[in-house]
T-cell receptor
């Protein structure tokens, strides 16, 4: 596609529920990143995929968070047993290589009530 | 770990003024630096990308500079307009992941 697409754009869920956030990167981009942005803060790194594999998942806050990219294109960020502190905007970005810069999606605003 | 600091945190200027936003980073071993714009409730829009071998990049009324030795970058906005009002984020890529500052919130008043 022309840009990075994230769905849904907004998600409200109850505490304790499971959620999935989807990212569809720019076609051909091998690198895919997930970030989380809280109000008034810059985005914080969560996980990085190079192709199908998670090259670095050191930013995931705990084992309730998991992400996959089974075919090297679309990625899904999964959050189990959601907590109110998980409320944030989750941003996805893709890049063709380390010199090409990053293109971000519009984000998914997650609200846990 | 790369630390990125942006000063000022917020800035308000009248329309037409030229302004400078500052970004500093702690580790000079970078691949590139990217400036983004973020409108309220929206994602990030890339403005300028400076490779580590470059000193500056220009796009329209925007000019970004990079001084790796001092760990600094500046974003210069000429003849500011109300439509420039947004949060501006600086991000460093060091071969690991993008490290962001907290941003500068800019308000340009008519």
């Amino acid at each position: 596609g022309a840009g990075v697409s994230q769905t849904p754009s907004n998600k409200v869920t109850e505490k304790g529920k499971y959620v999935e956030l989807r990212c569809d990167p720019i076609s051909g981009h091998t690198a895919l990143y997930w970030y989380r942005q809280s109000l008034g803060q810059g985005p914080e790194f969560l996980i990085y995929f190079q192709g199908t594999g998670a090259a670095d998942d050191s930013g995931l806050p705990n084992d309730r968070f998991f992400a996959v990219r089974p075919e090297g294109s679309v990625s899904t960020l999964k959050i189990q047993r959601t907590e109110r502190g998980d409320s944030a905007v989750y941003l996805c970005a893709s890049s063709s290589d380390r010199d090409g810069g990053y293109t971000f999606g519009s984000g998914t605003r997650l609200t846990v009530v | 770990k790369q630390e990125v600091t942006q000063i000022p945190a917020a800035l308000s200027v009248p329309e037409g003024e030229n302004l400078v936003l500052n970004c500093s980073f702690t580790d000079s071993a970078i691949y590139n630096l990217q400036w983004f714009r973020q409108d309220p409730g929206k994602g990030l829009t890339s403005l300028l990308l400076i490779q580590s071998s470059q000193r500056e990049q220009t796009s329209g009324r925007l000019n970004a500079s990079l001084d790796k030795s001092s760990g600094r970058s500046t974003l210069y906005i000429a003849a500011s307009q109300p439509g420039d009002s947004a949060t501006y984020l600086c991000a460093i890529y060091s071969g690991y992941a993008l490290n962001f500052g907290k941003g500068t919130s800019l308000l340009v008043t008519p």
